[in-house]
């Protein structure tokens, strides 16, 4: 089963000239540890700087949801929604820290940056 990031809906950011910074969680996290089938759990944050359009909530828990049952590394998964929301959002910087619970002694942490470079520079 592949991820769609087709479930991620928008809508129009109505202060896309003003910074500020929007944080959503996902306390409730869980994929497929690809080498043994074991569920993974975790706790992913998302902060973004909007430029503009903003993520629907609704719309976000459904695409984090079908990570359940996909087979992924914690590397693999956390830059991978970090494509799909930059695509959808085409934000002016984004962050994901994915907090994973220990499993074998480790717990591990993931965190990947996006600036665009692009995007206007405000003054």
């Known amino acids: 089963m592949a991820v ?3 479930v991620l809906e928008t809508f129009e ?8 910074e929007i944080k ?6 869980t994929s497929v540890c690809p080498k043994t089938g074991q569920p993974d759990f975790g706790t992913i944050h998302f902060r973004y700087t909007a430029n503009e359009k ?4 609704k719309s976000l828990k459904l695409y984090m949801q079908q990570y359940r049952h996909e087979g ?3 590397e693999n998964v956390t830059n991978s929604i970090m494509d799909d929301l930059v695509a ?9 820290k994915a907090e994973f619970t220990v ?9 990947v ?3 665009d470079d692009a995007a206007k520079v405000l003054g």
């Open 4 to 6: 769609d990031r087709n």
């Open 13 to 20: 950011n109505r202060f896309p000239n003003r910074d500020y």
């Open 24 to 29: 959503h969680t996902c306390h409730e996290f």
């Open 54 to 57: 903003c993520v629907e909530l």
């Open 72 to 74: 992924i590394f914690y």
């Open 88 to 96: 959808v959002l085409k934000p002016r910087w984004a962050e994901i």
């Open 103 to 111: 499993r074998g002694g480790f717990s591990s942490i993931i965190t």
């Open 113 to 115: 940056e996006y600036f």
